[in-house]
């Protein structure tokens, strides 16, 4: 089994709490750590820059301060590689080290400003989600009351990170931003924790347009673990399986990947409270699909995909 997870808010948990380990073997509040990450053989993790909604004005110093976290707590020793390309990833997916992706959820504090972008870019980050749930400079977030898409200063935006090669995710888009993004980028972009709403009719999740367009493009959705977007009540890896099989029937072989959201959530799908239940998943993923569209599933698409889309050095 080879795991790549598409979101998770650690770095989160370790700004508000400094004292949390990532790599200690004793158990703490965080969900994904260092120990977990070698049992479920995630080689690659996806480390979101979120500032909580606590903070009411984002500022850059915030995103440099998380990034920080990520360079000298995560990314220090040696034993975790931040990716930044195509070599980076290689090395990982065919060495001992594990692999952390920076991102960014919610890109409030750039302001528009594309030296603010260019300093993200030299940091490390790779993929910008550019709301959260609300609104913003740049666009709506899918649970804006206005519903309306990107801004001028936006689209812009999203032409540079076009041109840096800053990926983009539509997970917290307001639809009609989700339909602007696509018309304005020139490459694939991805949803990285959200599912079906054909299943689950949450707002988070994609409505089958959304995700034939993401097939359409090349891009890929992550398949995440929160409860309420799984199903609204009862939510179980049955039910997480019912998104695949949709997402599947729509000709999604090749865009399913995980994104689990973990250490974004208060309340955990039974079997898969932490990232060293991983067996869990995989042993029902290999038990209902044939292997090749399983081992797509945990690692493939994600890594498929960054191969493409990541700088070349």
């Not at 790779?126 to 689209?155: C, H, S």
């Not at 995980?258 to 955990?268: A, C, L, Q, T, V």
């Not at 038990?287 to 569209?293: A, E, Q, S, T, W």
């Amino acid at each position: 089994m080879i795991v790549i997870d598409g979101h998770c808010d650690v770095l989160m948990k370790m700004y508000e709490d400094p004292s949390l380990d990532f790599f200690s073997e004793r158990p703490s509040s965080l969900d994904v750590t260092y120990p977990r990450m070698c049992h479920s053989n995630i080689k690659v993790q996806f480390f979101a820059i979120y500032i909580s909604e606590r903070i009411k004005f984002p500022q850059l110093d915030h995103y440099l301060e998380y990034a920080v976290i990520l360079h000298r707590k995560i990314a220090g020793d040696g034993r975790i590689r931040a990716i930044r390309n195509r070599g980076d990833l290689e090395a990982v997916m065919n060495g001992p080290q594990r692999g952390a992706l920076l991102t960014l959820e919610g890109a409030d504090a750039l302001q528009g400003n594309p030296l603010y972008l260019r300093t993200l870019y030299e940091l490390g980050v790779r993929m910008i989600g550019t709301t959260w749930n609300y609104a913003n400079w740049a666009a709506d977030g899918v649970l804006e009351p206005r519903q309306a898409g990107f801004t001028r200063k936006g689209k812009a935006f999203i032409k540079d990170c076009n041109e840096l090669g800053i990926l983009l995710d539509a997970s917290h888009l307001s639809v009609r931003g989700f339909w602007d993004l696509a018309e304005c980028s020139n490459k694939p972009f991805v949803a990285t924790h959200s599912n079906a709403k054909a299943v689950c009719a949450h707002p988070r999740n994609l409505d089958d347009g959304q995700i034939l367009e993401i097939i359409r493009t090349g891009g890929r959705i992550g398949m995440t673990f929160v409860p309420w977007f799984v199903a609204g009540e009862g939510a179980a890896i049955d039910g997480l399986l019912k998104h695949i099989d949709h997402i599947l029937s729509l000709g999604g072989a090749g865009t399913l990947a995980i994104g689990s959201d973990f250490d974004g959530i208060d309340r955990w799908i039974p079997g898969l409270e932490h990232a060293g239940h991983y067996d869990r998943l995989a042993l029902e993923l290999y038990k209902r699909y044939p292997d090749d569209v399983a081992s797509a599933i945990l690692h493939g698409n994600w890594h498929s995909f960054l191969m493409e889309q990541l700088p070349v050095h």
